[in-house]
């Protein structure tokens, strides 16, 4: 197991849309116990394979508040989405930046797990959250994007400030 490098936005290799997973082989696990360490260490309650620059369709996540409950999603489509609800995000590569989003409040998401089986999960709440910025990822899309062109000025700025009292 190894902490991965998490990709700081405004990373331009965030924006590479990732390609589905042809077969979940040990490659692709080890990538995902790798990527579960890193989520849990950082701590995040989710993690992208984009976000470790690695451009393949794989999500972790663990929305639970014990921390044990952990979501392997490998080629995730969303098959159903149901009602509207305002969420207040943030994201690993985007640290110390926490904004409300509007997404999806339930949905039906079809994927392979760890094993390669596929498996249908029914989301809401956090989780459903969760995945639809997840998903975002393998797409090359960050969530401070869907503000509007102003707010992304000023998260921008906000990080760089943030970049330079750490250096
Ligand atoms: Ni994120």
Redesign the pocket.
Same mark, same amino acid.
């Given at each position: 197991m190894a902490l991965l490098k998490i990709l700081q936005y405004p990373d331009e290799r965030l924006h590479t849309v990732a390609a589905k997973v042809p077969e979940v082989t040990d490659k692709i696990r080890t990538l995902v116990h790798n990527m579960a360490e890193t989520m849990y260490a950082a701590p &995040?309650v989710?993690?992208?394979a984009t976000?470790v620059d690695v451009h393949q369709c794989v999500i972790v996540i663990d929305a639970s508040d014990t921390h044990d409950l952990l979501h392997v999603l490998i080629n995730p489509e969303i098959t159903a989405a149901i009602g509207e609800s305002d969420c207040e995000? &943030?994201?690993?590569?985007?640290p110390g930046i926490f904004e409300k989003i509007r997404r999806a409040e339930q949905i039906t998401v079809e994927a392979l797990n760890f094993n390669g089986d596929p498996f249908i999960l029914e989301a809401k709440g956090l989780l459903a959250v969760c995945i639809q910025?997840?998903m975002?990822?393998l797409i090359g899309k960050?969530?401070v994007e869907y503000l509007s062109q102003l707010k992304q000025t000023r998260v921008l700025r906000k990080l760089k400030k943030q970049q330079r009292s750490v250096m």
């Open positions: &995040g989710g993690l992208a976000q995000e &943030g994201c690993l590569s985007v910025h997840e975002d990822h960050i969530f």
